[in-house]
T-cell receptor
Framework: GAVVSQHPSWVICKSGTSVKIECRSL??????MFWYRQFPKQSLMLMAT?????????EQGVEKDKFLINHASLTLSTLTVTSAHPEDSSFYIC??????????????FGEGSRLTVL | AQKVTQAQTEISVVEKEDVTLDCVYE???????LFWYKQPPSGELVFLIR??????QNEISGRYSWNFQKSTSSFNFTITASQVVDSAVYFC????????????FGKGTLLTVNP
């Protein structure tokens, strides 16, 4: 099956710094990628939809200036958590839709990135 | 709006017992997709099944089986002869058809299988 890779798998940073998480589709083209956030013992909540070559669409309540999303190519989307604070500590997971499998509903998930802000 | 309800927050069983995880969904779309994912303690999501709204056939894959009933908007998941390795959080999820592939997840059910 298709592979989506996230990097880094885990990151620890100091409060006030920015952290970038990459989501790559390794063997397919993804015009659309999705970013989810999961707090401990909770479900996955969609943060934003990332569209290649255009601005991301953010879900209600998600600060677009704090969570910067860039989808510059068909295989890479990045999420930057700017001026991170301890409350941003979470598990961030991306998923991607294969352009060739449009209309099948199939999505592929990355392994997730665990962010801890001290 | 889409909604997925997993009423069972936690389930604990003894190995070899059968267990059913419930999932009820709400959507106004006529075309939609239902999913089940397993999330072990390591965190990654393991895809188990995808079912589209036009396919109501039940499915069996080894010890796993799924019962999709549109009449009750349910997509239940049964593990037969559970094993300790089945211990994980299981999420049911729903996405719309067309160009809307945003997944709405249920809150998840933590399954603990004890030896």
């Amino acid at each position: 099956g298709a592979v989506v890779s996230q990097h880094p798998s885990w990151v620890i940073c100091k409060s006030g710094t920015s952290v970038k998480i990459e989501c790559r589709s390794l063997d397919f083209q993804a015009t659309t990628m999705f970013w989810y956030r999961q707090f401990p013992k909770q479900s996955l909540m969609l943060m934003a939809t990332s569209n290649e070559g255009s601005k991301a669409t953010y879900e209600q309540g998600v600060e677009k200036d704090k969570f910067l999303i860039n989808h510059a190519s068909l295989t890479l989307s990045t999420l930057t958590v700017t001026s991170a604070h301890p409350e941003d500590s979470s598990f961030y997971i991306c998923s991607a839709r294969d352009l060739a499998l449009a209309n099948t509903g199939e999505l592929f998930f990355g392994e997730g990135s665990r962010l801890t802000v001290l | 709006a889409q909604k997925v309800t997993q009423a069972q927050t936690e389930i604990s069983v003894v190995e070899k017992e059968d267990v059913t995880l419930d999932c009820v969904y709400e959507t106004r779309d006529t075309t939609y997709y239902l999913f089940w994912y397993k999330q072990p303690p390591s965190g990654e999501l393991v895809f188990l099944i995808r079912r589209n709204s036009f396919d109501e056939q039940n499915e069996i894959s080894g010890r796993y089986s799924w019962n999709f009933q549109k009449s009750t908007s349910s997509f239940n998941f049964t593990i037969t002869a559970s094993q300790v390795v089945d211990s994980a959080v299981y999420f049911c999820a729903l996405s719309g058809g067309g160009s809307n592939y945003k997944l709405t997840f249920g809150k998840g059910t933590l399954l603990t299988v004890n030896p």
